[in-house]
């Protein structure tokens, strides 16, 4: 099993920056993929990012150059680094591991909101 602990949501204007963490407890020895994925109001939750074991990271197109995942070595923590913020990056955020025999675990979750 894997808990999982976001924080560092919040309200941010167009144009800032948000840094947000999330705490790996657990059997963190198995996760083989660590991400962020959001969900805005009505629409499906997508990928945003994701961070394999060696190093290799992936974004949606829609924020490359914007944000950056990053994570400790332990596996312990991951974050999500996002600059240049929009208005459509506004949604809850997850953070999501993957065991490597198959199971996803997912954060509750944090609110990111971007408006003047």
């Known amino acids: 099993q894997v808990q999982l602990v976001e924080s560092g949501g919040g309200l941010v204007q167009p144009g800032g920056s948000l840094s947000l963490s999330c705490g790996v407890s657990?059997?963190?020895?198995?996760?083989?993929?660590r991400g962020w994925y959001r969900q805005a109001p009505g629409k499906q939750r997508e990928l945003v990012a994701t961070l394999t074991n060696d190093g290799s990271a992936v974004y949606t197109d829609s924020v490359k150059g914007r944000f950056t995942i990053s994570g400790d070595n332990a596996k312990n923590t991951i974050f999500l680094q996002m600059n240049s913020l929009k208005p459509e990056d506004t949604a809850v955020y997850y953070c999501n591991v993957h065991a490597f025999w198959g199971a996803n675990y997912w954060g509750q979750g944090t609110q990111v909101t971007v408006s003047s």
């Open positions: 657990g059997s963190t020895t198995t996760i083989d993929i």
